[in-house]
């Protein structure tokens, strides 16, 4: 019963959990590393390709000065979007602690050349060009940039008698 449950994130939905351990929190926010080659369908406007009612087109970088740069755009803007939403599923699923692992990452200086999430974090712990108004204290407060090292709240005792809400309901 009080064993370790190893889940993705997609089978942590409406679960909640004592501690939650994230050991690899460095995923592409964009592209998936891998052999496998995306394809977006298109319908293009211009000739002579608008001959061809809709036609798969490589999903790559190459797309930003491309015919198909609205489609290339809305394709980028909807992964990000994406792998934010499965960053808020993993973050809230802990009850009292939560535990990311990622390795020592460096950012550029420019927020649009961001492309993991390990990277998107570090900005935003770290970046001293995000203006206060729209910057949490509790972003810079709470992380030890010496270490790399993000803490908040105090720690609480855990019982062991306590369980896991396993219903499909998000919970607070």
């Known amino acids: 019963m009080d064993a370790v449950r190893v889940l993705t ?7 909640d959990f004592k ?12 592209m998936k590393k891998g ?4 394809y977006l369908w298109c319908s293009p406007t211009t ?11 490589e999903y790559s970088k190459r ?22 939403n499965l960053a808020y599923v993993a973050f809230t699923r802990a009850k009292h602690r939560l535990i990311c692992f990622s390795e020592k990452v460096k950012f550029p200086e420019n927020i649009s050349k961001i492309n993991t999430l390990a990277q998107l974090l570090m900005w935003s712990f770290t970046n001293e060009n995000i203006p206060e108004i729209e910057k949490p204290e509790i972003l810079t407060k709470h992380f030890d940039a010496e270490q790399y090292i993000f803490e908040f709240g105090e720690k609480t005792q855990i019982t062991s008698g306590e369980q896991p809400n396993t219903t499909n309901e998000l919970t607070n």
């Open 35 to 38: 052999n496998l080659t995306n």
């Open 9 to 15: 994130i997609h089978k942590s939905k409406g679960l």
């Open 63 to 84: 797309l930003e000065n491309s015919i198909f740069e609205r489609e290339y755009f809305d394709e980028k803007m909807h992964r990000y979007i994406d792998n934010l």
């Open 47 to 57: 000739e002579p390709f608008n001959q061809l009612s809709i036609l798969p087109v």
């Open 19 to 30: 501690v939650v351990i994230m050991p690899f929190c460095n995923w592409e926010l964009d």
